[in-house]
């Protein structure tokens, strides 16, 4: 099993920039990928980014350029670095693993991003 907590959500202008979390913890040597997925009201979760084992990125068309996935491998940790915010990422934003021959999928609970206009 592995457990995603995310945090860094939160309320921030249009332009701004905020940094989103995510600590695995668990059975986390499996792990061959992490993303970032959101969930806008009335809309399906979609990919924002995700970062493999190798650190191979692949981000949404909508994000490229503004949002910036990582990892520290030392802390468990992936982290989504979201700068030139607009309205229209308002929305969850949730913290996924694959993990295992398998391929199980993990996710967090989820952080709230609002952007004001």
């Known amino acids: 099993q592995v457990r995603l907590v995310e945090s860094g959500g939160g309320l921030v202008q249009a332009g701004g920039s905020l940094r989103l979390s995510c600590a695995a913890s668990?059975?986390?040597?499996?792990?061959?990928?992490m993303g970032w997925y959101r969930q806008a009201p009335g809309k399906q979760r979609e990919l924002v980014a995700t970062?493999?084992?190798?650190?191979?990125?692949n981000y949404a068309d909508s994000v490229k350029g503004r949002f910036t996935i990582s990892r520290d491998n030392a802390k468990n940790t992936v982290y989504l670095q979201m700068n030139s915010l607009k309205p229209e990422d308002t929305a969850v934003y949730y913290c996924?693993?694959?993990?295992?021959?398998?391929?199980?999928?993990?996710w967090g609970q989820g952080t709230q991003v609002f952007v004001s206009s």
């Open positions: 996924n693993a694959v993990s295992g021959y398998y391929r199980t999928t993990y």
């Open positions: 668990g059975t986390i040597f499996g792990i061959n990928a």
């Open positions: 970062i493999a084992i190798n650190y191979k990125t």
